[in-house]
């Protein structure tokens, strides 16, 4: 099954990507949205403190994996205040 994230800016309101998630991807939702050029904000390298990384209003993307953010959905929505 082949699964979607679209990266919503909040502060443009626009979709800013469409990106194709694989299932072999091993990272965090961060490390996903980063090694796709989507700038996400972090202090702190990922160690959960700085909660400069919050997407969809409440989910630290560090602190996440790819995996466990897209389950079984064919599409999920990354929303960035500061896109």
Do not use: W
């Not at 904000?41 to 997407?55: D, L, N, Q, R, V």
């Not at 599409?75 to 500061?82: L, P």
């Amino acid at each position: 099954m082949k699964q979607t994230i679209h990266v919503v800016g909040l502060a443009s309101g626009k979709i800013v990507a469409k990106l194709e998630a694989t299932k072999t991807f091993q990272g965090t939702l961060m490390d996903f949205l980063m090694n796709n050029r989507i700038p996400i904000a972090s202090s702190c390298a990922g160690a959960g403190t700085c909660k400069k990384c919050i997407i969809n209003g409440v989910q630290l993307s560090c602190q996440i994996s790819l995996k466990d953010f897209m389950g079984d959905k064919e599409t999920a929505v990354v929303e960035v205040s500061y896109l």
